[in-house]
């Protein structure tokens, strides 16, 4: 059987310990890979590599230089793009027709874009009096913060951990990566791409792992890392932010999130159904800024409602190759116990079942994935925790509003703030709204749409810190301010 190795140092690498561990395909149940896991010596080896190429050839080379190799990884994964595509689908079982359209192509542009940003940082410079009259000049300098650890998700694995990657090469940095343990197979196979592509021995590492007492912790407790950024629960942000307060190292945080989309009387309906369609359905509801609230406004409640069910029922359940699929399964049979435990506490709360509720029928050679069907709720008051809690999956609760402000209101009731969506034609009621929503991120008439030079990240328990464009840089370099007296 396959085995997925660290990747430490420019070379692929199993464990010492001997210690591997399952790679599941979740459209079929079938183990497709076993998974070496790190142990303290194998994140000390990465972290120490990682360290060491910060002094070699990375570290002395132009931006130019850098940014060239970072321009070849991109186009490395594009020249690869089948594998990388087949190997996504097969760790998440997502459909091919929505992972060759977002995850892979957002892999190669997470290294382009910021190899380009990273060409145009302006960096400040003031002119001060001195009481001598001669003066001094201050002028800032950017520098790599050195050795970073990158913690990411199953959901979308390849987009979210080049997402941090790539701005952080692009700075100069080194990393070392700990994938998801549900998905470790694109990341570790961007190693290769990373060897074609020219990249130093050492600057890209990755171990593989779980969180809590495996290669997660062992990577946030290790001294030798200067920053950790995370995307992945909002639980799991305040452990490694504890991990990483010891030694003062900075944290980015993307975390969970329980968006409201909001659909005034005056939407275009056509649009608010399509996209709300894939806010909340879209890689089975396994996407952080996907739409579990809909509040809707009373006069189109009904007519919304009707419509939303119809392009739920639409939807096509099927595995990753099956081009007319646009519904996989869930990363995981554990995440579908976590699913199915929100399905339940709605039924016994007494949610009216729009459509769905359980798990579809499927074909004998499918049986043992992880499916569950896309999901409408109405009727649940505003406390239940299907409505206040992140279930992330392919479900949603709508509601009826008659006002603006309790519109405003219900989305911004609770602890998270990543991202809203809403769904109006009149601009000045969505330039009003969008600015008193609590969130990180709003979209008007449209749900993900994603421009990489705009700040991205969470408000409230959503996450700390911006990531995207100068964002990016701001976190993965230690801006010095340089005063020359004259
Ligand atoms: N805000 C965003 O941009 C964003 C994007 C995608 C996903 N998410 C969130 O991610 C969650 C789903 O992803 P998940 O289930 O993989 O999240 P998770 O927090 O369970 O795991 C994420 C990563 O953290 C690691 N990890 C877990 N415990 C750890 C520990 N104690 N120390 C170090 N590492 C640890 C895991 O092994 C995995 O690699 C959802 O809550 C979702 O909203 C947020
Ligand atoms: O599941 C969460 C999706 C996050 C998306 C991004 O981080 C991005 O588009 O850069």
Redesign the pocket.
């Known amino acids: 059987m396959k085995e997925i190795k660290h990747f430490i140092n420019g070379q692929y690498v199993g464990s010492a310990s001997g210690r591997l561990f399952d790679n599941v395909n979740p459209a079929n149940g079938q183990v497709i890979a076993r998974i070496h896991e790190a142990g303290e010596a194998e994140v000390d080896a990465a972290v120490k590599a990682a360290r060491a190429a910060l002094k070699g050839p990375w570290g002395r080379m132009s931006v130019a230089e850098r940014t060239e190799i970072l321009h070849r990884v991109a186009a490395g994964i594009t020249a690869r793009f089948d594998e990388f595509l087949e190997a996504e689908c097969q760790d998440t079982g997502k459909p091919k027709s929505l992972a060759s359209h977002i995850d892979i192509p957002r892999g190669a542009a997470n290294f382009s874009v910021f190899a380009d940003q990273v060409k145009n940082v302006p960096t400040e410079a003031f002119e001060m009096a001195t009481p001598d009259g001669s003066g001094a000049l201050n002028y800032g300098v950017r520098r790599p913060k050195g050795v970073i650890g990158v913690?990411?998700?199953?959901?979308?694995p390849l987009l979210?951990m080049t997402w941090k990657v790539g701005p952080a090469l692009a700075c100069g940095n080194t990393v070392v990566v700990?994938?998801?343990?549900e998905t470790p197979t694109t990341t570790a196979l961007l190693g290769e791409v990373m060897n074609a592509a020219g990249v130093p021995a050492g600057v890209y590492n990755v171990v593989h792992g779980?969180?809590?007492d495996s290669a997660?912790?062992f990577l946030?407790a290790h001294p030798d890392v200067d920053g950790i950024t995370?995307?992945?629960?909002?639980g799991?942000g305040e452990?490694?932010m504890r991990?990483a307060a010891k030694g003062v190292r900075q944290v980015s945080l993307?975390?969970?999130?329980k968006n409201a989309g909001i659909v005034f009387a005056d939407a275009d309906l056509d649009k608010a159904i399509e996209g709300t369609l894939r806010s909340a359905f879209a890689n089975c509801g396994q996407v952080?800024l996907g739409t579990e609230r809909v509040y809707v406004q009373r006069p189109i409640f009904d007519e919304f409602v009707a419509r939303l069910k119809a392009g739920a029922e639409a939807l096509v359940i099927g595995e990753p190759n099956d081009p007319k699929a646009n519904f996989g399964p869930l990363v995981s049979h554990k995440h579908r116990e976590k699913v199915l435990s929100y399905y339940q506490k709605a039924q016994d709360e007494g949610a009216t079942i729009v459509t769905g509720g359980g798990v579809p029928d499927m074909p004998q050679h499918l049986a043992g994935g992880a499916w569950v069907q896309p999901t409408i709720w109405t009727g649940l008051s505003d406390d239940s925790p299907v409505v206040t809690e992140?279930i992330?999956g392919p479900c949603c609760h709508i509601r009826p509003f008659d006002t603006e402000e309790e519109a405003v209101e219900l989305a911004n009731s609770l602890p998270y703030g990543?991202a809203s969506a809403i769904w109006t034609e009149n601009a000045s009621r969505a330039h009003r709204v969008a600015g008193q929503i609590e969130a990180g991120i709003v979209w008007v008439n449209s749900w993900f749409l994603r421009d990489l030079r705009t700040a991205f990240g969470?408000a409230k328990q959503?996450?700390i810190g911006r990531e995207g464009g100068v964002h990016s840089l701001e976190f993965y370099t230690e801006l010095k301010n340089v005063c020359v007296k004259l």
């Open positions: 913690i990411s998700p199953w959901n979308l979210l700990k994938p998801s343990e779980f969180g809590g997660g912790a946030t995370f995307t992945g629960e909002t799991t452990t490694i991990a993307e975390l969970g999130g952080c992140e992330f990543l969470g959503s996450g």
